[in-house]
């Protein structure tokens, strides 16, 4: 990187967090200190419950101050929370109309059962309407990592599924999720468009914003961040991402003691 960033943003799942996972300690220490440096996004497919229970209860002897500087984006982007006055308030929210809904439901359900993807030995709901998102879970919200991983290890099942839905709802946008999911929002809304609105809400330009994700790849859902032109960070796992801030923590603070 040339410049210090001035706001680091994050995926969730297998970025910050194992898949559904809550913060491990270490990444949780190092999300605290990145926080008494700049701002920071967490922007994932998950809703505002998953991000309470991965991220914002793991974060302990965090100010309120710093906090202030913690941007939340549940469901890629299609909402926005902040910390104020002690709790977390919801700033904007793209919703889905009901026949969206209704649409995106019924198309991802027939498509999944003519491709075979319909399982029945699940953990929890295969559908989950997020208001600003509907969500397709191959093996239920609650599956286990490995059986995810098992899945579809290369990709190829979602990839397929997502092509099959989005002809089926040409009006929506349909992305590869997690390791297991299909999301469809509102036409033209992915986590650019997400990083779009921050930068504008922040007046944090793009060009002055880090991101970090475990699915850079062209079908992955990070990667419409890489071609707005965003700089990026590819990880393969939370671990990395915690290497990484250890490196990137000291620089930070070595250019904010230069700048005193």
Known sequence: MTTSPRLVAFDLD???AASKSPLDPRMARLLVELLDEVEVCVISGGQI???RMQLIDNLTDVSDAALARLHLMPTCGTQYYRHVDGDWSQLYNE???DDEKARALASVESAARELGYWESD???PI???RDSQITFSALGQAAPVAAKMAWDPTGEKKNT???AVQALVPDLEVRSGGSTSVDITRKGIDKAYGMTKLAALTDVPLDDMLFVGDRLDENG???PVKVLGVECVAVEGWEDTAAFLEKLIP???AAAGASA
């Open 161 to 163: 599924l997502r092509e």
């Open 251 to 253: 620089k930070l603070r």
């Open 127 to 129: 559908l989950e309407d």
């Open 221 to 223: 859902n990070d990667y």
């Open 122 to 124: 699940i953990w929890g």
């Open 49 to 51: 419950a998953q991000f």
């Open 14 to 16: 297998d970025t910050l």
């Open 95 to 97: 919703r889905l109309t």
